[in-house]
């Protein structure tokens, strides 16, 4: 942190972004339950939307209680790290510190003399730690038990995310810190790495970490009930399609607003964001088309995320084609790596590794060969390149290993599989008494009230009575 | 009395519907259906993972009537429902004991 001779200064434009590009991001979780839940069967749909919005109720606490500490608490007012991989948890636990002297403590990341009070600074945050975990629900849709997932939820977000984030975003090994390991490998310019990791706005911690994750999660839950064999086509596509849309629009604040900052790299962000989730809409349409012989719904919104997961590392740091060249790329070989789970057998259901891991690698590393002012393609050496495999190698090994070992105690604890009757005859009225849809027209499906909603004990006597 | 059950593709039927108004059916049920002949079914694919599906929509398309105007009525029917290409559906007409209007009570010819 800068020293700043003068009380910093709020600024109030930068704030007003970040609450609305905070709001946006939250937003982009119900936009994800809903793209995942129109790619389960109807029998599952309000399970897989559970997830994503069970997700966003305990990680949204969490980071509050002991998430922004871990991840963020060494930025300012003495806070410490540990060895670089995280903060101390309790320094700012609960966040009553950011109140500050004045009601609310301003805080300048970059050190680029653009201060906004540190609240919104890490609501911020937090939307990032909610959307990540909804992620990886994809790879286990259709039979795990609520419980459990929440309580991985938390345990997960609290071992894999948090030091993961603060070792890329708060100063920690795999950020351009002096005691960072890109400082070590590249040596030192100005108090920073001379080489900086470009990970803009999370293709480490939140794509390729929810990908890992996503990975280790299904090899350890299993396979659904009838995998490869039963048709498991996703029920409603128009769903699947809105998801994608209110994705893409939050999105913006995802990558702009990483930025934290209303000035030119957050437009030049916005720009390169669309460009190259246009440009892997169609990769992903043209390798279906000549592969299956028709260009779908499903194909053109699973391209658009994984344009937008491909451009969320690089976003900063490429011109509008180099965008385009990224995203094209990342949509083609995301819809060739969706089929690598029949192959190989692990049944990563709605392809959170075939999307987020293979277009979050990709996007880490391409930000490596494309980036404007240190790319390899641009004559900036193979430094970048390789620092950017280093880290992506990295984050992918650590969630994985980490990601593996919470989810096999969790199976050996609590347990993860619903009832194979249970997940046959469907998860949500197993697990939640509930139905998605109610087909066929016929009024609450030729039932009846067995007990009133309850309200007061005098309304159920007389309803019984 | 004869109930005559049409399964048809659903696109065909207005015409159906339409053609039986003309010769002054009064009424008709129709529910929708799946299912395949020898047409068997379509396949679809989502993510590069084709999945056959053998049960297509249909209508079935059923309408009670009286013994004389049993095989003009399928005559009808078959007439509005025919494309010509595979998938068209079967017609078949089974004998009613009884029927019976439920507002009034009537029963038989009456009720039809």
Known sequence: MPFAAEPPVINEAATAFMLIASSMVLLMTPGLALFYGGMTRSKSVLNMMMMSFGAMAVVGIVYVLWGYSMSFGNLQDGGSDIAGIFANPFHLFGLSQLAGEDGARLIDPFGVGVFIPEYIYAGFQL???????????????????????????????????????????????????????????????????????????????????????????????????????????????????????????????????????????????????????????????????????????????????AGLVAITPACGALSPVGSIILGVVAGGLSALAVGLKYKFGYDDSLDVVGVHLVAGLWGTVGAGLLATKTGLFYGGGWQQTVLQVLIAVISLVLSFVLTYVIAVALKATLGWRISDDAESEGIDQAVHAESGYEIGGFPASGGRTTRPAISTASQVEGANA | MKLITAIIKPHQLDEVKEALEAFGVAGMTISEASGYGRQRGHSEVYRGAEYTVDFVPKVRLEVLVDDVDSSDVLEVILKAAQTGRIGDGKIWAVPVDEVVRVRTGERGVDAL
């Open chain 1, 127 to 305: 939307t990032f730690a909610v959307i990540t975990v909804a992620l990886i629900s994809g790879a286990i849709a259709d039979r795990v038990k609520f419980g459990t997932w929440i309580t991985f939820a938390v345990i997960w977000v609290t071992v894999v995310y948090f030091p993961i984030a603060h070792m890329v975003w708060g100063g920690g090994l795999l950020s351009g810190a002096e005691g960072g390991l890109s400082a070590k490998l590249f040596g030192v310019t100005d108090g920073l790495a001379s080489v900086l990791p470009i990970d803009f706005a999370g293709g480490t911690v939140v794509h390729i970490n929810a990908g890992a994750a996503g990975l280790a999660l299904a090899l350890v839950v299993g396979k659904r009930l009838g995998f490869g064999k039963v048709a498991m086509r996703p029920h409603n596509l128009p769903l699947v399609m809105i998801g994608a849309g209110l994705l893409w629009f939050g999105w913006f604040g995802f990558n702009a607003g990483s930025e934290l900052a209303a000035d030119g790299v957050a437009s030049s962000v916005w720009l390169n964001t669309t460009v190259a989730t246009c440009a892997a809409a169609i990769g992903w349409l043209v390798v279906e088309k000549i592969r299956d012989g028709h260009a779908t719904s499903l194909g053109a919104a699973s391209g658009v995320v």
